[in-house]
């Protein structure tokens, strides 16, 4: 299952970024996810409320964001956010396009509760 490895890198990320900040709770971590990545939000949530158990993420929620595709004209560079397929770009009509955006997975956020404050970007 491929949000079973995703989620547990997640939270060994998110468990490292924390480590010595002195956090005494973590409510939320928010997660950038790309439309193309292939994540399935229900499975990875459900991972990561298994997972979480025994780590300081044991109080969090996982809030997801979703990033738009973002392609790159091929013919006139021009970067945009195809809706639908064939991706055919706006301003010259090109059908070739490399994605530059929509496949990322990294988390944004952690709002937590401690001696300092931590957010990730």
């Known amino acids: 299952m491929h949000e079973t490895a995703l989620t547990q890198n997640l939270i060994n990320i998110a468990c490292r970024a924390l ?6 709770k973590v409510n ?4 950038c996810v790309g439309a ?3 994540v399935l939000y229900d499975a990875m949530e459900f991972a990561f409320d298994a997972m ?3 780590t300081v993420l044991e ?3 996982l809030d997801f964001e979703e990033l ?3 392609a790159r004209c091929r ?3 021009y970067e945009y956010n195809p809706v639908g397929f064939p991706y055919i770009c706006p301003v010259c009509g090109g ?8 496949e990322e997975v990294y988390i944004k956020n952690i709002d937590c509760i401690g001696d300092d404050d931590v957010v990730t970007d």
């Open 52 to 54: 979480k158990q025994g």
């Open 95 to 102: 059908r070739y396009f490399e994605i530059i955006g929509g």
């Open 75 to 77: 013919d006139c560079a």
């Open 59 to 61: 109080t969090a929620d």
């Open 36 to 38: 193309l990545s292939g």
């Open 28 to 31: 939320s971590v928010t997660l």
């Open 68 to 70: 738009p595709v973002t």
């Open 19 to 24: 480590e010595g900040k002195g956090v005494t």
